[in-house]
């Protein structure tokens, strides 16, 4: 207990890091590009527009509101694929800093989930656009829709940290989950209802992945306009935080021979 | 003598690589290894058995040829590495000067660097902010602001790296070689910050080749040699023998 309290003053202390490498990354990735901010709302507007094209003439789903449906599931995923793949190399790749200087090395994976994060932040723009232009009625359970991102936060925290402190042992990590997360887009119900799948699948993604309970809950009040059920949102909080609970408990036993492989 | 008048203690501390060589990275070599039993990695040990107790106000320089662990040993100071056995126990706070401007990132300037390299030594931007002119007038760089930090060349990085880190005056100041880079006047003007520091009572740990400049500055010596101490005590002393090694 008292190893947690000294543990929060330590990350109390380093807060201002997590800030500044937050805005460094989100400062460098438009750098010198003309549209600057203006793409993290463009990108996905683009690649939905696509993906609608393409799913509207050459392979039909009976979804209603397909743009809605589908740009909704893109923006979770996209959270989750962007963070966790930042956070894989988020120790690696600030070596040079870990074998100079002392930081508690788990700030630059959190910072780097954080950012991913705010880059959410910036796309929820493109799905209000999107929202708008196919008519969604805007009603008061859209007020949830930050927890259901603050789940996929925490998500993405722990999953994060088991990736990086793995790939710092085996670099074969991130090829491993580069082929993870492309079989995990399509277990993924972002394009196609989940109702077309066979019913050993379809039962095996409602309990297994977590994306499902995420995406579900967003659309459940988007689409239908009523509060997510809760079974699901409980389910998405405990996945959550077990991931959580995992990712620091390897992290911290590992953390210690970091220097040894980086 | 009380724990409290040590500003560093380490005590029987040895540090263990893993040799390069054996190394294992991928999985093919993991399962290879694992079926021949070599898993085990092949151990290197960079400090063997090593104590030295530095009271408050001391300068100990720590001297060696290449490879003897005096880095490893500054490192471990810094909580950068831990002892694979025995302890180290640090009373204050530290400035590492290991490698001058580790935070920095050569996409951002200079002026957003300085906000960073600060939050990695753990001052907020508020406070960065009221020592920011400081820390610049130092540095000479007013001109350069702006510019990335690639196109600087490393003695302008150094000067920023070291403005920054001597901002507060720390407890225990470390510094590894990394005035080398700068040209004589900054050089100077860098061993005065450290006196001037030394003069509050700060502690030093100083790692130089230059024999001069350890009998200068520090007043205690440590001799690394091959990761054991060979030899500490006043520095006139050990340095004395280092260099008589040296030339044996």
């Excluded at chain 1, 549209?35 to 509207?56: A, D, R, T």
């Excluded at chain 1, 090395?105 to 950012?115: G, N, Q």
């Excluded at chain 2, 702006?146 to 470390?174: E, H, Q």
Aim: include cysteine.
């Amino acid at each position: 207990m008292i190893k947690f309290i000294e543990r929060l003053g330590t990350f109390n202390h380093y807060k201002p890091l997590l800030q500044q490498l937050v805005m460094k990354d989100i400062k460098l990735k438009y750098r010198r590009s003309f549209l600057g901010y203006v793409w993290s709302i463009l990108n996905p507007l683009m690649i939905m527009i696509i993906m609608v094209l393409v799913f509207s003439n050459m392979f039909r789903f009976d979804i209603e509101n397909f743009p809605v449906y589908l740009i909704t599931g893109q923006t979770i995923f996209n959270f989750v694929s962007e963070a966790t793949n930042q956070a894989l190399f988020s120790i690696t790749g600030n070596a040079a800093l870990l074998k100079k200087t002392y930081v508690p090395k788990y700030i630059f994976t959190v910072s780097k989930v954080t950012s991913s994060f705010v880059n959410t932040l910036f796309a929820l723009g493109a799905m209000l656009i999107v929202f708008v232009v196919c008519h969604v009625r805007f009603q008061i359970y859209m007020l949830f829709i930050p927890i259901i991102l603050v789940q996929v936060y925490i998500f993405c925290v722990g999953l994060g940290l088991i990736l990086a402190q793995a790939t710092v042992f085996f670099r074969d990590v991130q090829y491993i989950y580069a082929a993870v997360l492309t079989a995990w887009m399509y277990l993924t119900p972002i394009f196609y209802p989940i109702t077309q799948l066979p019913f050993e699948l379809m039962w095996m993604i409602k309990h297994f992945n977590p994306l499902y309970s995420y995406i579900t809950q967003l659309r459940t009040i988007v689409l239908d306009g009523i509060f997510p059920d809760p079974r699901l949102v409980i389910y998405g909080f405990i996945v959550a935080f077990v991931s959580l609970v995992i990712g620091t408990w390897v992290f911290m036993k590992n953390q210690d021979r970091f220097i040894l492989y980086i | 003598m009380r724990e409290n008048d040590y500003a560093v203690i380490v005590e029987n501390a040895t540090v263990r690589f893993n040799m390069a060589s054996e190394r294992i990275d991928n999985l093919k070599e993991y399962f290879v290894k694992l079926m021949k039993r070599e898993l085990m990695f092949k151990e290197f040990l960079a400090l063997k058995d090593v104590s030295l107790k530095v009271k408050k106000g001391e300068a100990w320089g720590i001297v060696g040829t290449n490879g003897s662990g005096k880095s490893t040993l500054l490192k471990l100071i810094c909580g950068i590495l831990k002892p694979y056995k025995g302890t180290v126990t640090i009373n204050g706070s530290i400035a590492p000067l290991i490698e001058l401007g580790a935070g920095f990132d050569g996409d951002l300037t200079a002026r957003e660097n300085i906000y960073l390299n600060g939050a990695v030594l753990g001052y907020d931007s508020k406070f960065m902010e009221g020592h920011f002119e400081e820390i610049v007038d130092f540095a000479e760089l007013q001109d350069f602001l702006d510019m990335p930090i690639k196109n600087y060349s490393s003695g302008m990085a150094a000067r920023l790296g070291f403005a920054i880190a001597t901002i507060v005056r720390p407890d225990i100041l470390i510094c590894d070689e990394v005035l080398a880079v700068g040209d004589y006047a900054f050089q100077q003007k860098c061993e005065r910050r450290m006196s001037e520091m030394r003069e509050f009572g700060t502690t030093l740990l100083y790692v130089s080749h230059s024999i001069d400049s350890v009998k200068e500055v520090c007043d205690h010596a440590l001799w690394l040699d091959r990761g054991t101490v060979q030899m500490n005590g006043k520095v006139d002393r050990v340095c004395d023998a280092y260099m008589k090694e040296l030339k044996e």
